[in-house]
């Protein structure tokens, strides 16, 4: 799995994709559009998750049949964009766990500081999803991934919405092992570090903030 990237290509996902990337769609619709997207997304983050066969009982008879095996998946969010994506993933996965890793971006530096950490117990048994909107210098992904690594979790993927060549190599160069799943690989990001084309700030237009 070193430096594997997924792109989704499914046209459901492209069609809101381009809806949210609009700039004239509305804090309502785009949220609303993360959601739809994050739970299709869901299908293919957790399509290769292991499974084990338990023994059941149907109405008619006995059966061995699967499910996912281990402890509950753990959803990991980074604050606060990735709370936009949690809720439709949390739809199809709605007895997974949530840890939250609070980082901002210093408006000069572009380097992630990290303001909150909190992870369910029992992570050695869980497989971890981190999930942030935008992988756009890398930096935030990569300080997020090097912390979670501590709780050492069984397995991590990273999901995303957007990336860019910048971005998925930086992320790659430190965590070769950490498979990365996304919508669209953009061309690159502005002297901001803002993706480019985009879709601007994600999390100001999931929350209605300037
Ligand atoms: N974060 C965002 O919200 N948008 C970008 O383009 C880059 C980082």
Do not use: F
């Given at each position: 799995m070193q430096g594997e990237v997924t792109v989704i290509e499914h046209p459901l996902v492209q069609h809101k994709l381009t809806l949210a990337r609009r700039?004239?769609?509305?804090t309502n619709t785009f949220s609303r559009l993360m959601g739809e997207i994050a739970t299709l997304m869901a299908y293919e983050v957790t399509r290769e998750m292991p499974m084990q066969e338990i023994d059941i009982e149907t109405p008619i008879g006995p059966m061995r049949s699967r499910v996912i095996d281990g402890k509950k998946i753990v959803f990991v969010p980074i604050l606060r964009a990735g709370l936009g994506f949690l809720e439709g993933m949390r739809a199809v996965v709605p007895g997974a766990r949530v840890g939250h890793i609070g980082l901002y971006r210093?408006?000069?530096?572009l380097v992630a500081v990290e303001y909150y950490f909190k992870m369910p117990q029992g992570m050695r048994n869980r497989d971890a999803i981190v999930i942030d909107p935008m992988l756009a210098t890398g930096n935030s992904a990569v300080a997020a991934v090097e912390r979670l690594k501590e709780a050492s979790p069984r397995s991590i993927r990273f999901v995303c919405l957007l990336t860019c060549p910048e971005g998925l190599e930086h992320f790659h160069d430190k965590h070769p092992d950490v498979p990365v799943f996304t919508a669209a690989i953009d061309p690159g990001l502005n002297d901001h570090g803002y993706?480019?084309?985009?879709?601007?700030d994600a999390g100001d237009r999931i929350f209605g903030t300037k």
């Open positions: 700039k004239s769609t509305s210093d408006p000069k530096t993706i480019v084309p985009g879709l601007g």
